[in-house]
């Protein structure tokens, strides 16, 4: 994670503006969609925050999503995070609180609703006055993909399975946007190994990261609309592609969507494109070259 931040941040690479990126580096999260127990559904379809050295859940029933609210009241009562009243302070002295050594552990511990940090950071803390509200998971609608594609491929099943996404997407709407209010439109693109259809309780389908990232929460009380973009495992060849064995989206080019992988040409930037594009009514917001 440390190369991860330094390639987005550093001059000499992609060189992010200072103050426009966080690295939270002191919560030791496993490679995990981490949220906090908001809205939280029953079962497991969300897991328990499971920190080193403990074991992980087996790949097969890991949805990389995982509640730790718990964990972090923890560390916030070890590193004396939570302080008391002024008065009560400097009557103990005026102790700082919390110690000026924990206070980057302590600013980390406030963001262990992640999906929440990532919006804030986008948006600013004004345009999330709103809180959060309770979501349904039946309010997160599933759409064809190939739909995106047929806009500008003569073989959209085709050009979907060569891009290796998966046949449905997901979106939340918020019905304060169904009724004509302007609202903001964010793209939740999820991990290796989340995405496709991956809710297998009984009585269920579709996807767990679309449903329970934690998004949809703040979007339902801030006029946000959340399309999630869905790409999923192909096991091909070399001489078959697409080799995605991990379900990931494209970030590395190589054998998979080629050298324009990370470009306007992208086989995934084109979708998602144009998945902006119909959202915003059919406007040309983002232009989407010709296959």
Not at 205 to 217: I, Q, R, T
Request: net charge positive; proline share 7%.
């Amino acid at each position: 994670m440390d190369t991860v931040f330094h390639f987005y941040a550093d001059p000499d690479k992609a060189g992010i503006e200072q103050g426009s990126i966080d690295y939270n580096r002191t919560f030791p999260a496993r490679h995990t969609m981490v949220r906090d127990g908001f809205n939280k559904p029953t079962g497991d379809a969300v897991g328990n925050c499971v920190l080193p050295p403990a074991p992980s859940p087996p790949t097969d029933k890991n949805a990389f999503i995982d509640d730790c609210e718990a964990i972090a009241k923890q560390r916030q009562a070890t590193d004396r995070c939570i302080c008391p009243p002024a008065a009560i302070a400097k009557a103990k002295g005026g102790t700082a609180c919390p110690p000026a050594s924990k206070q980057a552990a302590c600013k980390d511990l406030q963001d262990v609703d992640l999906a929440g940090a990532i919006l804030k950071r986008i948006y600013g803390e004004q345009a999330l006055k709103g809180g959060r509200a309770t979501v349904a998971e039946g309010d997160v609608k599933a759409f064809d993909q190939r739909l995106v594609f047929s806009t500008f491929s003569d073989i959209p099943y085709n050009d979907l399975q060569n891009a290796s996404m998966a046949r449905e997407g997901y979106v939340f709407i918020p019905q304060s946007c169904k009724e004509g209010r302007k609202c903001k439109l964010h793209v939740a693109f999820h991990g290796c190994l989340q995405g496709g259809t991956t809710d297998r309780r009984s009585g269920h389908s579709g996807n767990l990261f679309s449903k329970f990232a934690g998004y949809n929460e703040w979007a339902q009380a801030n006029d946000i609309i959340v399309v999630y973009p869905q790409v999923q495992v192909r096991n091909g060849s070399l001489q078959n592609p697409p080799v995605n064995p991990q379900g990931c989206w494209d970030w590395w080019g190589q054998y998979y969507t080629h050298e324009a992988y990370h470009t306007q040409g992208g086989k995934q930037i084109k979708a998602v494109a144009q998945m902006i594009n119909i959202l915003a009514g059919g406007q040309k917001v983002l232009q989407v070259p010709a296959k």
